[in-house]
Nanobody, 123 residues
Framework: QVQLVESGGGLVQAGDSLRLSCAASGRASSNYGMGWFRQAPGKERDLVAA????????DYADSVKGRFAISRDDAKNTLYLQMNSLRPEDTAVYYC????????????????WGQGTQVLVSS
């Protein structure tokens, strides 16, 4: 089983950038497809980006395409989310998750979750 811990959230202004990290421990992250989700107050937890095992395939929510980039470094057991041109509507708690599938877009496919990191974007 893998344990996930996110970091890198914070308060930024619109147009700024942030990079989130997710450190995996226990079972190696290379065994999992990985994803970033976010949940704003009163809303569902939605997929932001997903990456396959070994990083060959990525997928993004339409709202972040061209602004966010997901990547992984399995030698460091770490998942990243580079977020550029941040907007107030990106404000949410961001969660890292792992799936036993090669890649998955549905929240229900993810078996392991981190505790989340808050991102606040001011206008």
């Amino acid at each position: 089983q893998v344990q996930l811990v996110e970091s890198g959230g914070g308060l930024v202004q619109a147009g700024d950038s942030l990079r989130l990290s997710c450190a995996a421990s226990g079972r190696a992250s290379s065994n999992y497809g990985m994803g970033w989700f976010r949940q704003a107050p009163g809303k569902e937890r939605d997929l932001v980006a997903a990456i396959s095992r070994f990083g060959r395939t990525t997928d993004y929510a339409d709202s972040v395409k061209g602004r966010f980039a997901i990547s992984r470094d399995d030698a460091k057991n770490t998942l990243y989310l580079q977020m550029n041109s941040l907007r107030p509507e990106d404000t949410a708690v961001y969660y890292c998750a792992a799936t036993p599938r090669d890649i998955a877009l549905a929240r229900q496919s993810y078996a392991h979750w981190g505790q989340g990191t808050q991102v606040l974007v001011s206008s």
